[in-house]
C-alpha cells in the first residue's frame, strides 16, 4: 500500500512531513488541501491538524510522530535520528523547540504580512496549489483570513513576539552550528529538517517545493534572518539536501 500524506500543500508542518518522507525515500501519495477543506480528510483519518500520513497499519496525526515512523522503516544511512540514547534525546529536545516555538512563531509572522496583502500570500503559496485550489482559495479567502487571523491571534502585538522568537531560535540553532556540523551532530537528519522545514517562512529558501521563492519582495527581516549563520544554513539545506521524489499529488 502507498502511504497517504494529507497537506495544506505550503504548511511548514506538511513540509517537515514531506521532507522526511523524500529523505527516506517512502512511497506516499499527497492528499493537497486548501485551509479549511482540510478537516474534513484529518477528521476522517483520526486527527484535525495536519499533517497527517496515513499507512497501511495506522494514522499519524503529529509531525513529530510521522519523522519517528519514518525513522523506525529507513534505512540504516536514511535514519533521521541517531542512534546513541543521549544523541536521540538532544534531537528531539531541540525538534520539540522547533516545533513549540520556531513554527508558530514564523507561520504568524507569516499571516501578518499575508492577511494584510492577500494577493502577495496567492503569489508565494500559488506553486503548491492546482488551477481550481487557486480559483477556491481566492473565493473563500475573505472568510478563511478571518478564521486565521482569530484561530492564531494574528495582530500587530502577537507578530512582534513572534520575530523575538524567531530570531532566538535562530540565534540558538546558529550556536549549535558553531560547535558541529549538523544541528543534530555529525549528520543530516530530523534536526536539520524540522529547523529547515519551520524557518522556511522567514527566509523564503529557493528550492522549496510550495513557496514562489524568486519573488524579489523580501522583508528587511527575511533578508536580516537570511544573513545569520542558521539563515544561511537553511539556504544551503534546501540547495544541498532536499531532494525531491514528485510523489503523486492529488489536489482535493
Known amino acids: 500500500m502507498t502511504a497517504r500524506l ?29 485551509p479549511g477543506a482540510h478537516l474534513l480528510a484529518t477528521r476522517r483519518a483520526g486527527g484535525r491538524t495536519v499533517p497527517v500520513l496515513v499507512t497501511s497499519d495506522r494514522a499519524y496525526t503529529d509531525s513529530s510522530d510521522i519523522l519517528a515512523f519514518l525513522d523506525s522503516v529507513a534505512s540504516d544511512e536514511r535514519k533521521l535520528y541517531p542512534a546513541r540514547a543521549s544523541e536521540r534525546r538532544d534531537v528531539e529536545a531541540f525538534e520539540d523547540a522547533c516545533n513549540r516555538e520556531l513554527g508558530p512563531a514564523t507561520r504568524l509572522v507569516a499571516y501578518s504580512y499575508g492577511l494584510r496583502d492577500p494577493r502577495m500570500l496567492m503569489r508565494r503559496v500559488a506553486p503548491s496549489l492546482g488551477r481550481a485550489q487557486r480559483v477556491a482559495m481566492r473565493f473563500t479567502f475573505p472568510l478563511v483570513g478571518r478564521l ?28 549549535r552550528l558553531a560547535r558541529m556540523p549538523f544541528l543534530g551532530g555529525d549528520r543530516f537528519g530530523a534536526a536539520d529538517l524540522t529547523f529547515a522545514a519551520l524557518a522556511a517562512p522567514a527566509v523564503m529558501p529557493p528550492g522549496h517545493p510550495s513557496f514562489d521563492t524568486n519573488a524579489t519582495d523580501l522583508t ?33
Request: charged share 35%.
Open 6 to 34: 494529507i497537506t495544506i500543500p505550503f504548511s511548514h508542518y506538511c513540509e517537515k512531513a514531506r521532507w522526511a518522507a523524500d529523505y527516506v525515500g517512502l512511497a506516499y501519495r499527497e492528499d493537497a488541501f486548501i
Open 148 to 175: 486565521i487571523r482569530r484561530r492564531y491571534r494574528v495582530n500587530d502585538e502577537n507578530a512582534a513576539r513572534a520575530r523575538e522568537t524567531t530570531e532566538r531560535v535562530f540565534a540558538t540553532a546558529s550556536e
Open 220 to 252: 528587511r527581516e527575511q533578508l536580516t534572518l537570511r544573513a545569520t549563520p542558521a539563515g544561511a544554513y537553511v539556504l544551503r539545506l534546501y540547495r544541498e539536501h532536499r531532494e525531491h521524489r514528485a510523489p503523486a499529488r492529488r489536489p482535493a
